[in-house]
């Protein structure tokens, strides 16, 4: 069993980023990222306006984990240094029961191949093993996305398989991974 107060509770900061909630404001800048060919590439994105973000995120509740009310918390991953938002990552909650969540991630374009993704993905499975007190954390990337499933693979998911024609990206069907990483396989690398 592990010894939850061995390690310090996480904090949703590193040293270049900070995960944060959402804010109305945010939205525009939201639309801008999920246009970006290189995130319409590998994900399953439908249009939306800026509006209909805004409106997303004035429903939503701050990300305090854990909240058995809940099944999706997003967060804005934003640069420490000059407080520039770079991406956002989600978490969504499979089965509170069974302690299974998923993660999904995209950094803007100009911030890729910097190590952010892999940064801001440890932050949040810090929240996912400390303070929501999951078991199991999944995460899907289309086979195509070769940058995704070596990022996944150099934080310890293990690929446990491919999903045929998983989702609907620009008019075809494409095969995902999908990955996991259970809760002592995170606190062994630790």
Known sequence: MIDFAEHAPSQSESGRLVLRDPYPEDAATMVIWRNEATVRAHQPLRTVTVDTIEQDLLRSQSNVLPDYNRERFQWIIEKTEDRIPIGWITLTIRSWEHEIGEIGYSIATVFQGRGYGTEAIRL????????????????????????????????????????RE?????????????????????????
């Open 124 to 163: 949040v499975l810090k929240k996912i093993f400390y303070e929501a007190r999951l078991y199991r954390v999944e995460a899907k990337c289309s086979v195509e996305n070769m940058a995704s499933s070596r990022l996944l693979e150099r934080l310890g998911f293990h690929r446990e398989g491919i999903m």
């Open 166 to 190: 998983y989702f609907d990206i620009q008019g075809r069907r494409v095969d995902h991974y999908l990955y996991s990483l259970l809760r002592h396989e995170y606190f062994s690398k630790l």
